[in-house]
T-cell receptor, first 118, second 115 residues
Framework: NAGVTQTPKFQVLKTGQSMTLQCAQD?????MYWYRQDPGMGLRLIYY???????DKGEVPNGYNVSRLNKREFSLRLESAAPSQTSVYFC?????????????????FGPGTRLTVL | AQSVTQLGSHVSVSEGALVLLRCNYSSSVPPYLFWYVQYPNQGLQLLLKYTSAATLVKGINGFEAEFKKSETSFHLTKPSAHMSDAAEYFCAVSDGKTSYDKVIFGPGTSLSVIP
């Protein structure tokens, strides 16, 4: 199993350009997430998808859109990139089952995409 | 609202010395607590998690953490540091009540190991 994969690994954009970050998981997980990581701020949730067919805003959704294409894939789109969106972006997934109340599901992370907006 | 603080954005220890990374949380309900590790240019991976089964939690690579409700703490320790432990460490909290695995991450602590 590859786990969580992300493409591309690196990207440089000019202000105003658009791009889509791709994420896929092969663990049959229900929930998927997009985070951004900035120095000294930990990880901040951009959008999440609790299950196939649903998406919701996280802590910092402005300037981003997402698509949960199917159970495996969850993409993040920047319609008009800004320098403030320079960051490292991580996709994650978790099984999230409500069947066992005593269990709790960890998140599995991809390797990240380093995005620079000039 | 839940929150996590990590005392010390950067910690340096000598190889073989005790590692202590501090984490304090705020939660209105009994929390689930996690420590994740991030090696350079990689994603995060789970070191250990507390889900109320036992207050002392053992994780991978010789790390362990103790949940202390009275101190609202979940500090990470390892008796003897190894060069390979150099990484960024994130403490995280969740209430387990949401329809997805909502996790709040701390700002991280960068661990350096000096030979």
């Amino acid at each position: 199993n590859a786990g969580v994969t992300q493409t591309p690994k690196f990207q440089v954009l000019k202000t105003g350009q658009s791009m889509t970050l791709q994420c896929a998981q092969d663990m049959n997980h229900n929930s998927m997430y997009w985070y951004r990581q900035d120095p000294g701020m930990g990880l901040r949730l951009i959008y999440y998808s609790a299950s196939e067919g649903t998406t919701d805003k996280g802590e910092v959704p402005n300037g981003y859109n997402v698509s949960r294409l199917n159970k495996r894939e969850f993409s993040l789109r920047l319609e008009s990139a800004a320098p403030s969106q320079t960051s490292v972006y991580f996709c994650a997934s978790s099984p999230h089952s409500t069947l066992a109340a005593s269990s709790y599901n960890e998140q599995f992370f991809g390797p990240g995409t380093r995005l620079t907006v000039l | 609202a839940q929150s996590v603080t990590q005392l010390g954005s950067h910690v340096s220890v000598s190889e073989g010395a005790l590692v202590l990374l501090r984490c304090n949380y705020s939660s209105s309900v009994p929390p689930y607590l996690f420590w994740y590790v991030q090696y350079p240019n990689q994603g995060l991976q789970l070191l250990l998690k507390y889900t109320s089964a036992a207050t002392l939690v053992k994780g991978i690579n010789g790390f362990e953490a103790e949940f202390k409700k009275s101190e609202t703490s979940f500090h990470l320790t390892k008796p003897s540091a190894h060069m390979s432990d150099a990484a960024e460490y994130f403490c995280a909290v969740s209430d387990g009540k949401t329809s997805y695995d909502k996790v709040i991450f701390g700002p991280g602590t960068s661990l350096s190991v000096i030979p």
